[in-house]
């Protein structure tokens, strides 16, 4: 029986019992938060859902569904020590987001948890996304400090991409660069760190300001594939402080790749050290930006709840028209 078990040749955590093996693999979601950053893993090894924009949706509702700001499904390989290990992920609103600072380190995390084997030990493996490789490291397990490398962000127009006032598409540097929303003139950084990233520094970031102009620079005219929006208050040269509102998720308590964003537009912007804390109504991480301005993420991963769909809402998401094509 225990031979039969799907992902079997991914290396089934030699340390586990069969027993706790069974229970971890056939379950159908684990769910999981990095500072209120919420993401629900799809394993498919585990379960034969659909993983679709309209499936995506329904888990991610917090009154129809499990709940979370956005879905990771993988492994979409067998996981092999040694070789980048595949992996797709999701807003809340079922679309594609390319790379993730928190759902990336909320899978290494899963694959320890359920594998374990020499993907628990601590050493450096790499996660592959639309948006490129990331090594991701467990440092504390027990602790869920979890560290990943989100590569050089890019500040130029075509990158995002950013177009000009008019439509046509703007060319050079995003660094201060300045954005009309409305009757407010704001001047804004913006970056691709495998993500559009827009940061606005600003007086006093607060829930009410994000949720406010968020949406509205998220979906600005001139950012045709959206933003994520970090309003931005340099603290000291050692901390940040942001508010963060995420193109396909809305408000969110954290969000990895927004602190990296941030913290690499404020040293761009000459505003910080290269180690900075980044503080959020969630928690704190801790950026580092190396002098070729690479970017490293640290900070503090939980599993919440492991479950199976319960019939019903299992009938509607194998229900959707996307998962019944
Ligand atoms: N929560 C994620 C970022 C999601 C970015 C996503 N909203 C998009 O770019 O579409 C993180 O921790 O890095």
Redesign the pocket.
């Known amino acids: 029986m225990y031979g039969a078990v799907p992902g079997r040749t991914a290396r089934p955590g030699a340390a586990l019992s069969p027993a706790t093996y069974l229970r971890r693999v056939m379950t159908d979601f684990f769910k999981y938060q ?1 500072l209120g ?1 919420d ?1 629900v893993v799809i394993d498919p090894r585990s379960t034969g859902l659909p993983v679709t924009p309209e499936t995506v949706r329904l888990v991610c509702d917090r009154h129809f569904g499990i709940g979370a ?2 879905v990771v499904h993988g492994p979409l390989a067998d996981p092999r020590p040694g070789v980048p290990v595949p992996l797709a ?1 999701f ?1 809340s609103d079922g ?10 380190r909320m899978f290494a995390l899963h694959l320890a948890d359920r594998d374990a084997g020499s993907w628990a030990t601590g050493e450096p493996f790499t996660l592959r996304t639309t948006a490129g490789d990331s090594p991701v490291r467990i440092l504390d397990r027990a602790a869920g400090t979890v560290q990943v490398g989100l590569g050089r962000p890019v500040f130029e127009a075509a990158a995002l991409p950013l177009l000009n006032e008019d439509g046509t598409p703007a060319e050079g540097s995003t660094l201060s660069v300045p954005l009309t929303v409305g009757e407010q003139k704001l001047t804004v950084t913006a970056l691709d760190n ?4 827009t940061v606005v520094p600003v007086d006093e970031p607060t829930p009410e300001l994000a949720r406010d102009l968020g949406p509205r620079i998220a979906g600005h005219a001139r950012f045709p594939h ?1 933003t ?1 929006v970090q309003f931005l208050r340099v603290v000291s040269r050692g901390v940040l402080e942001i508010e963060v509102y ?4 809305g408000y ?1 308590l ?7 964003a941030a913290a690499s537009a404020a040293r761009q912007l000459g505003l910080c050290d290269e180690r900075v804390e980044v503080r959020m109504p969630g928690g704190s991480v801790t950026v580092t930006l190396a002098a070729d301005g690479s970017v490293t993420l640290t900070g503090e991963v939980r599993q919440v709840a492991t479950g199976d769909f319960a019939p019903a809402l299992r009938a509607l998401l194998d229900r959707t028209p996307e998962a019944a094509r």
């Open positions: 990095a950053n993401y700001d956005g992920l807003n679309s594609v987001c390319g790379r993730s600072g928190n759902g990336l495998g993500n559009p990233h959206r994520n995420e193109r396909g998720a969110a954290a969000s990895g790749s927004s602190a990296c």
